[in-house]
């Protein structure tokens, strides 16, 4: 499985960016997909996730600035972000589970990307 992450970079405040996770080696429409966040110095943090029925699960903290959603004709899963804040600042990465039930923790996700850097200037 490789999960590959695009989109990230600079932008200031209030501003926009969609991050890209293109996935191969595995049967995309079968996996639950999520991005997850880890800022310096902090844990990595849940933001959201997908379902294979496209069901989308958010942290409070993203909650009406991001979306999810999924190309399963492309194998790859999107997060549209906007409204950007300095408390987004953050390694993002993809990540893929087969579990069905919702997921929220990193543990329950066995395949990662490399993460792509989002810098939100204040």
């Known amino acids: 499985v490789q999960l590959v992450e695009s989109g990230g970079g600079l932008v200031q405040a209030g501003g926009s960016l969609r991050l890209s996770c293109a996935a191969s080696?595995?049967?995309?429409?079968?996996?639950?997909m999520g991005w997850f966040r880890q800022a310096p110095g902090k844990e990595r943090e849940f933001v959201a996730a997908?379902?294979?029925?496209?069901?989308?699960y958010y942290a409070d903290s993203v909650k009406g600035r991001f979306t999810i959603s999924r190309d399963n004709a492309k194998n790859t899963v999107y997060l549209q972000m906007n409204s950007l804040k300095p408390e987004d600042t953050a390694v993002y990465y993809c990540?893929?589970?087969?579990?069905?039930?919702?997921?929220?923790?990193?543990?329950?996700?066995?395949?990662w990307g490399q993460g792509t850097q989002v810098t939100v200037a204040s």
């Open positions: 080696g595995l049967t995309f429409s079968m996996y639950q």
């Open positions: 990540a893929a589970t087969l579990a069905i039930s919702p997921s929220f923790r990193s543990e329950r996700f066995g395949s």
């Open positions: 997908i379902s294979r029925s496209v069901s989308t």
